[in-house]
């Protein structure tokens, strides 16, 4: 079982990220733009321990980062926990064994968790700036995160392997007609 | 290995993926344990939003939250102060590479700057030199039985040789052919023609220029014109050698008729002041120079008198 040890190396990744998030990269801005390493910490968690990994691993990390940033508990979760199961979904489905799909998960997540971000803090009443967040600051930070995805993703498959139904016996399904 | 998922059922079994084989149990209880997962994830998260936003600062969830960031508090110094000398540096170059940017933004912030303050200083000269147009039209120097209307310089004297002025006031705006046009200083010459928007001005120191004017203090009537020494130096011609007449005098508009035709000018139109004067024995007037109130190089605004009553019919 390497469930277990798996999930501790991940929720200690995710904290590693937060921290660093909250003191190193928050504050390197590019072009109006900020890398999000958390994010794409969890896309690529989710993309080779599935769905469920995915979750937990999201709602965890929003966790910390509304911890971090004291902000409203639970706005990071919900979006997290989604962006997790979605993309682990993809990773189990589609996505695992493709090239681009770290960086296809990391690109459309990065514009949806902006969009969500920006949807959650206007229904919470809050001061939200949608040109400043999907217009001006978006291409940086997509490009960011797509750089980011690079070293993370191989860090991240070095740490965790990819879930593999070792003891299943396999199958070939017959070709039919 | 890509697998076509969307091809519908047939497709799906024509090829040859290698699928995991599972009790059907458990193929059906994994979908069920994904979406319990995320439901019940998804609905904490909820929950936590809602009482966290409901609460109060000091509220339970405000503690935990208060407590978890007291946890990682050590984590942040100490990442911080690993970064930050990588900070500092990035910082640093950061503002180098802005220095130059920032600094171009200032160099035309300056020449903004600058221009702004031309235009302020356009505008101050320009307000207080209406407002003289304005005060002298409603003083009693301005004639009754006229209007004025009000106009820009639009161009000056092109030479030395064509004194007149383009002003923007024109047909459309009540502007009549030879009508006086004067600002608060004095007299300063009459329309010579007129377009819709615009109108052209003879000055005084225009060569065809003739103003029957007066000496206000001896009253000795003659005509000014345009020096012959050139320049803005006029002269009253046509005052007899028997008249009084001295420097300093003041000179402005007779109105009067000169025979038959009407004057074109209201009486007492200031023109200027006599600067010098004399006779000789060959001549049949005096020789007197008189020195224009107005300077017919910086005129900026002008007004054009309008008659009140109708224009008087040259015969």
Redesign the interface.
């Known amino acids: 079982m390497t469930l277990l040890p798996d999930a501790l190396k991940a929720a200690l990744l995710l904290f590693l990220a937060v921290v660093v998030q909250a003191t190193i990269v928050g504050s390197f801005h590019v072009l109006r733009g900020t890398p999000d390493l958390v994010l794409v910490l969890l896309l690529v968690i989710a993309l080779l321990r599935g769905s469920i990994f995915g979750a937990v691993a999201g709602f965890w990390a929003g966790f910390l980062l509304d911890t971090a940033y004291l902000g409203t508990l639970g706005v990071s979760s919900l979006l997290l926990t989604l962006a997790g199961y979605w993309i682990g979904r993809y990773g189990e489905t589609t996505g695992r064994d493709r090239a681009h799909a770290p960086f296809v998960s990391v690109a459309v997540v990065t514009f949806l968790f902006a969009v969500g971000e920006l949807v959650l803090q206007f229904l919470l009443g809050e001061a939200v700036e949608a040109r400043a967040a999907l217009i001006d600051a978006m291409p940086a930070t997509l490009a960011l995160n797509l750089l980011l995805t690079v070293p993370v993703y191989a860090v991240v498959r070095r740490l965790l392997a990819p879930e593999r139904d070792t003891g299943a016996r396999s199958l070939e399904v017959p070709i039919v007609g | 290995?890509?697998?076509n998922?969307s091809g519908g059922g047939?497709a799906?079994?024509?090829?040859?993926?290698?699928?995991?084989?599972?009790p059907y149990s458990a193929r059906k209880a994994q979908p069920i344990?994904?979406r319990v997962?995320?439901g019940v994830?998804?609905l904490?998260?909820?929950?936590?939003?809602?009482v966290?936003?409901r609460e109060a600062e000091d509220g339970p969830?405000h503690d935990?939250?208060s407590v978890?960031?007291t946890a990682?508090h050590p984590?942040?110094v100490g990442?911080?102060r690993v970064?930050r000398p990588?900070?500092d540096a990035?910082g640093w170059l950061s503002d180098l590479f802005n220095a130059r940017e920032e600094n171009q933004q200032l160099k035309d912030q300056i020449e903004q700057l600058r221009n702004q303050a031309i235009q302020n200083s356009t505008a101050a000269t320009e307000v207080k030199r209406l407002q003289a147009l304005l005060d002298y039209r409603r003083s009693d120097e301005f004639p009754a039985d006229y209007d004025a209307i009000g106009a820009a310089v639009l161009a000056d004297p092109p030479s030395d040789y064509e004194q007149f002025i383009i002003i923007s006031a024109g047909s459309q705006d009540g502007v009549r052919l030879n009508a006086p046009v004067v600002t608060d200083e004095g007299l300063v010459g009459k329309v010579t023609r007129v377009s819709r928007e615009q109108s052209r001005v003879a000055l005084l120191t225009d060569k065809e220029s003739a103003v029957s004017a007066y000496d206000v203090e001896s009253e000795a009537d003659g005509v000014i014109r345009h020096g012959a020494g050139g320049g803005d130096a006029l002269i009253l011609d046509r005052v007899p050698k028997d008249e009084r007449v001295v420097r300093g005098d003041l000179v402005a508009t007779s109105g009067r008729r000169f025979q038959l035709l009407p004057s074109i000018y209201p009486r007492n139109i200031q023109i200027g002041v006599v600067t010098s004067f004399g006779q000789t024995d060959i001549e049949a007037n005096q020789q007197i120079q008189v020195d224009p109130f107005v300077d017919f190089d910086s005129l900026g605004a002008v007004l054009i008198l309008k008659r009140k009553t109708p224009e008087p019919r040259f015969p």
């Open positions: 290995m890509p697998r998922r047939l799906a079994l024509s090829s040859s993926v290698r699928r995991t084989a599972r344990r994904r997962v995320v994830l998804a904490v998260s909820l929950a936590l939003m809602t966290y936003f969830l935990v939250q978890a960031s990682m984590f942040d990442a911080e970064a990588f900070r990035y």
